[in-house]
């Protein structure tokens, strides 16, 4: 069956670091994956889309790879600030669902940026 | 631009009523829409998707008859929980899509509780 994994556990890091975050699918033939934002009792934003033949993206201080051989995607926030602290949630889109636009989330990983 | 809103924002109703929840695309007609729910530290769980005009096609293991969802026109969605009960309390999310569009605009949330 397909799977989406993310750090459950909270990452913590210092402000002005990089934050790393991870996400790793199995049985999934991705023609894109996307990273939204949660902030508690929110709904999610979208920050991110990257397709199946790129292997980075950047916006600001974000930046996205995608490595389809190792079923993987890495999240970077550099210079990270304490606004940055939320939960961060990855959705691969299968090949067949791009059209239909249906989401399917990982748990997501919760970023606290300390000052 | 591609904002989402809902309402209400948040509902408390005693157990065996229905409540319906609201989901409006403001400034963008909404081809498809989606109704997650969320419970307490887990991430989104996709309850259905809603074509504009057709009947919303359900999750695996969602009950249809229960979680009423309605797409009449291109702005706006609505979703009833029939005789909802207290397991039914949780954050339901509805986000938005327009023609062709690869990413989601989501609505702030409505937390329902149900005593």
């Known amino acids: 069956s397909q799977k989406i994994e993310q750090n459950s556990e909270a990452l913590n890091i210092q402000e002005g670091k990089t934050a790393t975050l991870t996400c790793n699918y199995t049985?999934?033939?991705?023609?894109?994956l996307q990273w939204y934002r949660q902030d508690p009792g929110r709904g999610p934003v979208f920050l991110l889309l990257i397709r199946e033949n790129e292997k980075e993206k950047r916006k600001e201080r974000l930046k996205v790879t995608f490595d389809t051989t190792l079923k993987q995607s890495l999240f970077h926030i550099t210079a990270s600030q304490p606004a940055d602290s939320a939960t961060y949630l990855c959705?691969?889109?299968?090949?067949?669902?791009?059209?239909?636009?249906?989401?399917?989330f990982g748990q997501g990983t919760t970023l606290q940026v300390k000052p | 631009g591609a904002v989402v809103s809902q309402h209400p924002s948040w509902v408390i109703c005693k157990s065996g009523t229905s409540v319906k929840i609201e989901c409006r695309s403001l400034d963008f007609q909404a081809t498809t829409m989606f109704w997650y729910r969320q419970f307490p530290k887990q991430s989104l769980m996709l309850m259905a998707t809603?074509?504009?005009?057709?009947?919303?096609?359900?999750e695996q293991g969602v009950e249809k008859d229960k979680f009423l969802i309605n797409h009449a026109s291109l702005t706006l969605s609505t979703l009833t929980v029939t005789s909802a009960h207290p397991e039914d309390s949780s954050f339901y999310i509805c986000?938005?899509?327009?023609?062709?569009?690869?990413?989601?605009?989501f609505g702030p949330g409505t937390r329902l509780t149900v005593l």
């Open positions: 049985n999934y033939s991705p023609a894109y």
């Open positions: 809603s074509n504009e005009g057709s009947k919303a096609t359900y």
């Open positions: 959705a691969p889109v299968e090949k067949g669902s791009s059209n239909t636009g249906k989401l399917i």
């Open positions: 986000s938005a899509r327009y023609q062709g569009a690869d990413t989601q605009y």
